[in-house]
């Protein structure tokens, strides 16, 4: 690892003005992807600003179905909410997948989307329930936070402060991952929102996580698994690497988009 | 070079280090606690498991300066007054081991499993539990029957102490 600056931040205050204060830093959450990543020296960032301290970031909060996840919350925490398994249980369960035991005690879910790795569970999670995702200065659609492979919409300096969602009527999330790593080869969400049907798939898009379309249609007339049969995956924008073609993950995406539709009951 | 304070296995400790300094390497080089165990370069095989603050965290993927002002166990802290863990003994009575590399970590996620999931293990969660342990020797069986067998064990001394 190369060297860096370590920073300790009390407020999200304290934070945005350290982070402006050192150009080429970076905010550190849980650190599961960063500091893997600055082991490998792929990222050298001069100066690391800690936001795991800042107690305003952590917490679920739940008032009537309106859900509120502070963006240092860290995946186990997630998972093993029983308020939030009451009226959302799917994101409960993607959350208690991520990786492995260990990472979910320190990952959170502020630094897996303002990350967004393509094959990452929580980008599918909140785009399928229509989430907004809060910053230090504005609010985003899910639709518009998420804009391609690792890029997102947050401005230089732009940290998450918090994700809320109504609580769909029902949703349910399969993934199929990848044996080493638990990254996500192909991961739906679907979600019967009060805005309607939302599908979204992460792993396998080459642009990142995106929404199903032909899915959604499909499953607003009629929302069962066996809806999804006849309904096309089009291979032609779907990653390809040593694990899985294009061909293989499009056929993923059904059958994990089946599964999730199976799960919401 | 930054100071960090650290109570580990019930001792304050502090030492100084630089900001890259990563968990594991204080512990082992700073702390003389060498236990815990550096098997990969990658944060997949989970040699380096420690407790922090309670939860089971890779000391390899958490810089020191993060860390500091936590409470920190390592398998140094689980055995008490000269006799074994409940886990540890397990793991002796069940061949839980080859080469013993992977132990640290693989004794430190089992205490961390059976402490938020203690009597209601399965095979099925065990083998889910250790998602984040890579062992190059067992093949694991004898790793999952030792962690149920210290979890029956566990959960009886809870029942004679109520």
């Known amino acids: 690892m190369y060297a860096t600056s370590y920073h300790r931040a009390s407020s999200v205050e304290d934070a945005v003005r350290l982070k402006s204060a050192n ?13 893997s990543t600055m082991k490998q020296r792929l990222a050298a960032p001069s100066d690391l600003i800690d936001l795991r301290h800042i107690p305003t970031l952590r917490g679920i909060s739940i008032d009537g179905r309106k859900v509120t996840i502070g963006a240092a919350t860290p995946h186990a925490d997630v998972a093993a909410s029983r308020e939030l398994a009451a009226i959302c249980p799917a994101i409960c369960k993607l959350a208690g997948h991520i990786g492995d035991p260990h990472v979910r005690h320190m990952g959170t879910i502020g630094g897996s989307i303002a990350n967004n790795d393509p094959a990452a569970d929580y980008p599918a999670g909140l785009l399928g329930l229509g989430a907004t995702i809060v910053t230090d200065r504005r609010s985003l659609s899910a639709d518009d936070f998420f804009t391609g492979l690792f890029e997102t919409a947050l401005e230089e300096g732009e940290m998450v402060t918090s994700v809320t969602f109504e609580a769909p009527e029902k949703a349910g999330y399969a993934k199929f991952n990848n044996p080493a790593s638990r990254f996500a080869m192909t991961g739906v969400f679907a979600a ?59 056929n993923l995406v059904k059958v994990m988009a089946k599964r999730a539709v199976a799960s919401a009951g | 070079m930054t100071k960090v304070t650290l109570t580990v296995n019930g001792r304050a400790m502090s030492g100084e280090c630089e900001d890259r300094t990563l968990l594991v390497h204080f512990i082992r080089e700073k702390l003389g606690l060498t236990g815990t165990h550096v098997g990969c370069d990658t944060t997949q095989c989970g040699a380096c498991v ?17 860390a500091s002002g936590s409470t920190i166990t390592t398998i140094e802290g689980l055995a008490g007054q000269g006799e074994l863990h409940p886990v540890q003994a397990a793991f002796k009575e069940h061949h839980g081991l080859q080469c013993g590399f992977c132990t640290p970590g693989m004794v430190m996620t089992a205490v961390d499993l059976i402490n938020r999931e203690g ?18 020797c067992t093949g694991y069986h004898n790793i999952v029957k030792a962690i149920l067998a210290a979890d029956a064990e566990m959960a009886t001394g809870r029942q004679a102490a109520e």
């Open chain 1, 192 to 250: 019967k929102t009060a805005g309607g049907i939302r599908v979204a798939v992460t792993g396998a898009g080459a642009s990142g996580v995106f929404r199903h379309p032909g899915f959604e249609q499909a499953l607003a007339s009629n929302w069962s698994a066996d809806a999804l049969s006849n309904v096309a995956v089009d291979a032609s924008n779907l990653m390809a690497d040593m694990h899985a073609n294009a061909e293989y993950r499009a």
């Open chain 2, 50 to 66: 420690v407790h922090m603050d309670g939860h089971s965290v890779k000391s390899c993927s958490i810089l020191a300066v993060q």
């Open chain 2, 119 to 136: 009597g209601t293990l399965t095979e099925e969660t065990v083998r889910a539990g250790l998602e984040g342990n890579i062992c190059r």
């Open chain 1, 23 to 35: 150009e080429e830093g970076k905010y550190l959450s849980g650190g599961m992807t960063l500091i």
